[in-house]
Nanobody, 124 residues
């Protein structure tokens, strides 16, 4: 069993930045692929970024490429999402998720564990 706790969300002006953290419990964190998803009001949850167990493979949805960076520190059981040049359309609840397969996935149903989410609001 893995428990995930996100933090770092908040209110920021357009063009600003935030860094989300996702702290995981359990001794097997380093074997999990990790993903970040987001859900805006009235919209479906969407894949934002993913990172493999070693950090060697990363992926981003097109709308955040060049602005967001996913990273992880296995010694701290934590995965991060650095979000720069934020836009109002980035406003959403952001979730981290763990995939028991070393690599990340882009489909939310492939993930085994989820955090509770953290709100990110970008004002124009």
């Amino acid at each position: 069993q893995v428990q995930l706790v996100e933090s770092g969300g908040g209110l920021v002006q357009a063009g600003g930045f935030l860094r989300l953290s996702c702290a995981a419990s359990g001794r097997t964190f380093s074997t999990y692929g990790m993903g970040w998803f987001r859900q805006a009001p009235g919209k479906e949850r969407e894949f934002v970024a993913g990172i493999s167990w070693s950090g060697g493979t990363r992926s981003y949805t097109d709308s955040v490429k060049g602005r967001f960076t996913v990273s992880r520190d296995n010694a701290k059981n934590t995965v991060y999402l650095r979000m720069d040049s934020l836009k109002p359309e980035d406003t959403a609840v952001y979730y981290c998720a763990a995939h028991r397969n070393y690599n990340y996935a882009t489909v939310d149903s492939d993930y085994d564990y989820w955090g509770q989410g953290t709100q990110v609001t970008v004002s124009s």
